[in-house]
Structures are given as structure tokens and as C-alpha cells.
């Protein structure tokens, strides 16, 4: 980190530019190879984006939160962990705006997405529980960061219960463009070839997205916005990139169970990042840094996605602009959170 704040503002804006057009490129390209591997595997839109997906986009947000945490900076990997998470539900929204035919979730709900949903809110309240007793470690652990880890675990078995044997199945919208995309890539490349190109652009867009959240960090540092600040909003958008990019090209693609369960898987394993930062964070529990502006986030983003639980059973087919009226309230919750912690630094 030190070394992009000693660079000249301008290093530090190409560097930015250039590593966000990296991020733009790889992450094209492995949205359309996910998209395939789901097919070949069998896996699914819903668990592929959840996991592989969602855990690849989240690589630059993970390593800046753990770095942070082992480095004894433990607001600033919180708040760059619970941004990630606010930031990456509204980009579901701008994702929507980009779907012209009719609302995202109206096009992408079924019982896998909504199970992730659901899990997504259990994660994040389980911090808030910490809140309201003394810090109690077992072996330097907290035992929320287990509870964590358990309840994803089990989280994902719902999840692959709900695409594999759902136990009910909403109404099919229109026919999207998904059956030609898949005529067209009959004849792609094998399943280890494609499997080894994920993780090749896995790779590509990581250490992409390290190099836009090094630069932007260090050009938010220039000014006097405190930690949170920078870890609530500049951080977490410039390690959230890949996520942006990612799902606006599913989307394109008519993957849309891809890229709502992508965005979900990634804020999933945001949530994880919590317990690993308490595992390396050399100096106790980390979630006594769970201060009142966190908790704001941490509300913040279990009210969003609450409302995009809502737009998936409620499947507004139109609505306020083209977009469904969870689209419309995310990105407006999110914009006043954003001003509010921005002015309140």
C-alpha cells in the first residue's frame, strides 16, 4: 500500500483507469465461460454464481480486508467488507436499468436465488448479535465467526436443495435469449479448457481489482476523509468492479439467474470475510470495531436486500423507469447511505 501512496496522483489514476479496463475485459469473459460451466457441470446458474462467481469477484475485497485485519486495522476491513456488500446490492439495480425487455428480477427469480437471499440476511444479522454482549473469544475466535462459517455451510446445501428438488417453481417468464446463446456455444471448448480459462481470468481480474482498490485507496487518501469514510465507500466500490462488470454482462447475456446469484454468492462470502479477519486480527475479537456506522451499513444492506427479496416474489414485470420497484429503492437507499456516511466523516 505504501508504495501507491508514495506514487503522483496521476500514476495512481493510471494505474486505476488501467487496472478498471482489465477488470472490464476478464470479467467479460469469464462471466460468458461461467455461463457455459454451469451447463456442462450441471451446477447451475444459481449455485455456479455462488460460488465460483461470487468467490472470484470477491478475491480483491477479501485481500483487502485480511491485509487490513492482520495488519492490526480493524475498522478499516470491517467497513470494507460490510461496503462491498451495500455496494454490490445496488449494482443489481444499474444492472437492471440495462435489461431493457422488462425487470431483472422479474426475469431471474426462482427458489435457488431466493434461498440465497434469505441466507444472505441470516449472515449479516449474525454480526449484529455481537453487538448486544461482552466480546468472548475460544482460542482467539469469536463465536459468531463460527456461527458464520456453520450457517453458510448449511446455507449452500439449501441452496442446492432449492435448485436441484425445488419444492416450488414460480412462473416462467417470456423466453429470453439464453436457448440461442447455448445453440451458438455447442461446439465450445471442453470442460477443462473452460475450467482452466475461469481460473486464468479468476486470476487476471484478482489482481486487477487489487491494483483499482490500492490506487483508489491512495488517492482517497489525499483527502480528509476518515477511515470508514474510505473503507465504506472507496474502497468497497473499487473492489466491488469485478461485481459491476460481471453482472451487467450476464445480463447481456440473458444469464439473469447468473447474475443476481452472483451478486448474492459475492456478498456471501463479504459476510465470511468477517470471520477470517477475526481469525488473523492479532489483537483479540475484531467485532468490538463494529462501531455505530457499521452498524448503520450492516442495516443498511439487510434493509436492500429485503427489498430484493421482495421484487423476486412480488416479479414486477415493469415498473418506475423500465426498472422494478426494488431497483428504484435500493439505489436510492443506497445513494442516501452513501451521502450520509460521506457528509458525517
Known sequence: MLEFIDRSLAINIGIFLLSALAIAISGSLMTAIADRLSEKTGLGQALMGALFLGFSTSLPGIVTSVTAAASGYPELAISNALGDIAAQTAFLGIADITYLEANLEYAAADAATLTQGTLLIVLLAIPLLT??????????VHPASIALVATYIFGLRLVADAQNLPMWKPQQAEKTNVEELQATESDSPGLISLWLRFFLLALVLGIAGYGVEEAGVAIADSTSLSENAVGSLFTAISTSLPELVTTIAA?????????????????????????????????????????????????????????????????????IGNIGFESFFVLLLYLGGFLLVFFSS
Open 131 to 140: 453487538r448486544a454482549y461482552p466480546s468472548v473469544n475460544i482460542w482467539g
Open 251 to 319: 445480463v447481456q447475456r440473458g444469464a439473469y439467474t447468473l447474475a443476481v446469484s452472483g451478486v448474492l454468492g459475492g456478498n456471501s462470502f463479504d459476510v465470511l470475510v468477517l470471520a477470517l479477519c477475526d481469525l488473523v486480527y492479532p489483537h483479540g475479537s475484531i467485532y468490538p470495531a463494529l462501531t455505530q456506522d457499521k452498524v448503520f451499513v450492516l442495516a443498511l444492506t439487510i434493509l436492500m436486500t429485503g427489498i430484493l427479496l421482495l421484487g423476486l416474489l412480488r416479479r414486477e414485470e415493469h415498473g
